[in-house]
Each structure stands twice: as structure tokens, then as C-alpha cells.
């Protein structure tokens, strides 16, 4: 595939449209623009402010992580059982996509109702969750309920995107994806402010309704580019399984696949974590504001990282990702002694590693051979493997620190502990760095 990217013109558009609409003899008009316009970008920003509900609540677990540890009735749970909370709703809401990209698929006509309906299931759960005394309560509701729910009224910004935006995907999708570093930088302190003013149940039920109702009023602005096809009764639908999926045999495919992987376990246990070893250090108010720093940093990350990619090979840009965000966690995180390290560290790592996912479309879209309508299921697939990685990573780093003790590893390096947690963390984004290297030398053969 050339490296320009593939530029949808006015008579290609109306080519796509008659493609995607089923019915015979229907009278085709031209598409809104690709690129620009106001329905593109209105598109845009309703879809950062879903980004904002969904992910940036999501990415602040690491503040009920250290008040469910801290706090009765859950402080007598093991910490691997409470992380499990968090890294369940991620993984739900990373893996889920690539289920629904198939069925819907099949079933476009379904896509506005399901949002909705991922929408209400979101809102039950969190809610519910408000009721909990038992850990296992919280898994269930807070990380499967809630993770299941978020990921389905998540699809429209997977699906359309690559609708509305052609040569800008990647500054658009930084934009969109930024919104997990706005609402990861507020909601932190929104929570330690609420969960001292009014507790924990009253906590979880003022963010179901609030962030519910914001995301409904962005999935207002969530229309696609093409009109929804409409199906008679008796008449056939696409195959649930589309034709020509040969490309996800290829090397390039799997590559990109294994690579993004071995990154996720490097990023979660790091947003997870970085709030119980700041509190080590200095009080709950500085580890707020570290998470806080944390997931701010990767709106910064999605913006400068996703509009790289549209200038440069992404493997270049996810192989600078990885190796430096490989040394802030040796060299930084691993001899912090003091909360200055650790904001430099998140500042680094934060966006460097945080904004790695803007480079997810560019490569969807490399991966596919730049066949539109298989974009939004490679995405879901890298989406997948990185929901695997959001248990994985986090699973292997808590018994890492539990086998720790507290102890420090010794030179100044890994105190409290986490020695061998900021081993793995380093050692997999190096891994990933690795990982880049091989993507470039099979992307260099596909497209020479």
C-alpha cells in the first residue's frame, strides 16, 4: 500500500454509496465531505466527549483501586481481586469491539439501537455497583456490567470514524482519543473529591448519571456518512463473516497484532499502580494529582503521536513510543525517590505510551490494504489483543508486587516493592520497541 493515504473523492464517495445500499433503484445523492465540513467535525467532537465519559472514567480506577484497598468493607480482599475490577471493565471495553464489528457487519441497521441499549446496561451496572459489599459484587457489576455496557455504546466512534475522516484520520482520531486524557486528568479529582465529601456508594451513583447523561447527549452527534441500509423481510444480508479476509493471514497484520500487545502489558499496570506508589512517597492528594498528570499527558500524546503518524511510517512513530517510554520507567519511575521523579515520569510515559493507540488507524488501514470496509474490524482486533493485555499486564504486575513485600530491590532501584514490576513494565515496552522494528522491515517488503 502506497504511503499516501487513500483520498475519498466525490465520485468515489458516490461509488461507496451505492455499494453499501442494498436496495435496487434507490435515487443516490452526494455525500457530505470527507475531511472537512461541519458533519465531519461535529462528528469529532461528539466523539471526543464519548471518549471523555467512557475511557476517561475508565482509566481513573486507579482511585478506587487505593480506596478499595484502603477502605472497608473491600481493604480484606487480596489487591490482585480488586485490580481484577478495573482490568475486566477494560478488557471488556477493548475486546468488545471486535465482536461487534462482526455482527454489525451483518446487522448495520442495528448499530444506533445497540449504543443505546450499551448505553442502559452501563448506567444499570455502575449504578448497582453503589450496592455492593463483596468484591466479587463489584466484578460483576463494575467491571463486567459496566466494561460490556461501555464498550458497546462505544462502537459508532470505531465505525464511523474512518467514514468521515480520509488523509486527517490520524489528527482526527488523536483529537477523539485525547478525550481519554481531558476526562482521565478531571475525573480523578473529581473522585477523590466526591468519595471524601460523600462516600463511595453516593460516588458511583452521581457518575453513573453524570457521565450517562453526557454520553447520551454526545451519541446525538454519532450519525454515519452513508445512509443506514434497510433490509425487507426475506431480503439477504451480508455474510457474518465477510469474503477476502486474507489479510489477516499476513505478516503485517500479526505483527502490528503481537506488538500492540506487548505494549498494553508495559501501559495498564502503570495507570493502575502509579497512585499506590505515589502515596508511598507523599500523600493522597499528590497521588492524584500524578494520576491525574498521568492520563492528561496522553491527550497531549494522542494529538502529537496521531498527527506524526499521518507524516511519517507508524512503525516510526510506535518505535520512539516504546523505547523512550523503555527508559522513563528504568531510569525514572525505577530510582524515583521523591514525587519530581514521578511527574517527569508520568509527563514521559504518560504520552509517549498513553498516546501509543493513535497509530491504531493508520495501521488498521495499512493492515487491510486500505479496503474500507475491513478497517473498522483490524482496529477492533488490535483493540482485542489489547483488552488481553489490560489483564494480562496488570495480573503479572500484581503478584510481582505481592512476592515484593515492600521490600527495595537494591541501589536506589525499585523501592516499596516495585522493583520487578518496573522491570516488567521496562522490559515490555523495550519488548515492543523490538516489535516496531519488525513491523517496518515487513511493511518496507509489502509496500516495495
Not at 439477504?236 to 503485517?252: C, N, T
Request: charged share 10%; glycine share 10%; net charge neutral.
Amino acid at each position: 500500500m502506497p504511503d499516501t493515504p487513500t483520498v475519498l473523492s466525490a465520485q468515489s464517495s458516490m461509488v461507496a454509496l451505492r455499494a453499501v445500499d442494498p436496495q435496487e433503484g434507490t435515487n443516490v445523492q452526494e455525500l457530505p465531505p470527507v475531511d472537512r465540513g461541519f458533519r465531519a467535525w461535529s462528528f469529532c467532537a461528539a466523539a471526543f466527549v464519548l471518549e471523555m465519559m467512557i475511557w476517561g472514567f475508565s482509566f481513573s480506577f486507579g482511585i478506587f483501586q487505593e480506596y478499595y484497598t484502603s477502605h472497608p468493607p473491600f481493604n480484606s480482599s487480596s489487591s490482585v481481586s480488586i485490580t481484577a475490577v478495573g482490568t475486566v471493565a477494560l478488557a471488556l471495553q477493548f475486546g468488545e469491539p471486535l465482536l461487534m464489528s462482526i455482527f454489525l457487519g451483518r446487522y448495520p441497521d442495528f448499530l444506533r439501537m445497540s449504543m443505546w441499549l450499551g448505553l442502559a446496561v452501563y448506567f444499570v451496572s455502575l449504578f448497582a455497583s453503589s450496592f455492593a459489599t463483596n468484591v466479587w459484587q463489584l466484578i460483576l457489576l463494575q467491571g463486567f456490567g459496566v466494561g460490556a455496557g461501555a464498550g458497546i455504546a462505544y462502537m459508532p466512534v470505531i465505525r464511523y470514524l474512518p467514514e468521515w475522516f480520509s488523509e486527517r484520520r490520524g489528527l482526527a482520531g488523536g483529537i477523539i482519543f485525547a478525550g481519554t486524557g481531558i476526562g482521565g486528568f478531571v475525573f480523578p479529582f473529581l473522585l477523590t473529591t466526591l468519595l471524601e465529601k460523600v462516600g463511595l456508594a453516593w460516588t458511583l451513583r452521581i457518575c453513573a448519571i453524570g457521565t450517562s447523561l453526557c454520553a447520551g447527549i454526545a451519541m446525538l452527534g454519532m450519525r454515519s456518512r452513508y445512509p443506514t441500509p434497510k433490509f425487507s423481510a426475506g431480503q439477504p444480508r451480508p455474510k457474518l463473516f465477510p469474503p477476502h479476509l486474507d489479510w489477516i493471514k499476513a505478516p503485517l497484520f500479526w505483527s502490528v497484532i503481537i506488538t500492540n500487545f506487548v505494549q498494553g502489558t508495559a501501559q495498564f499496570p502503570v495507570q493502575l499502580y502509579i497512585a499506590v506508589y505515589t502515596k508511598n512517597i507523599s500523600d493522597q492528594f499528590t497521588a492524584t494529582v500524578i494520576l491525574s498528570l498521568y492520563n492528561a499527558s496522553a491527550t497531549m500524546g494522542f494529538i502529537l503521536l496521531g498527527h506524526m503518524s499521518d507524516r511519517f511510517p507508524y512503525p516510526s512513530v510506535m518505535l520512539v513510543s516504546a523505547v523512550a517510554s523503555s527508559l522513563a520507567a528504568f531510569l525514572l519511575w525505577g530510582f524515583a525517590d521523591a514525587a519530581l521523579y514521578l511527574y517527569f515520569f508520568v509527563i514521559v510515559f504518560g504520552t509517549l505510551s498513553g498516546g501509543y493507540a493513535a497509530t491504531w488507524m493508520n495501521a488498521a488501514v495499512d493492515c487491510t490494504g486500505g479496503r474500507r470496509e475491513y478497517v473498522g474490524i483490524a482496529f477492533s482486533a488490535t483493540s482485542f489483543v489489547k483488552g488481553i493485555a489490560a489483564i494480562v499486564g496488570p495480573a503479572i504486575s500484581g503478584l510481582l508486587l505481592e512476592a515484593g513485600q515492600g521490600a527495595s530491590t537494591g541501589n536506589g532501584f525499585g523501592r516499596f516493592g516495585f522493583g520487578a514490576v518496573e522491570l516488567f513494565v521496562g522490559s515490555c515496552a523495550l519488548a515492543s520497541g523490538l516489535g516496531s522494528l519488525i513491523v517496518t522491515v515487513i511493511r518496507n517488503r509489502v509496500v516495495s
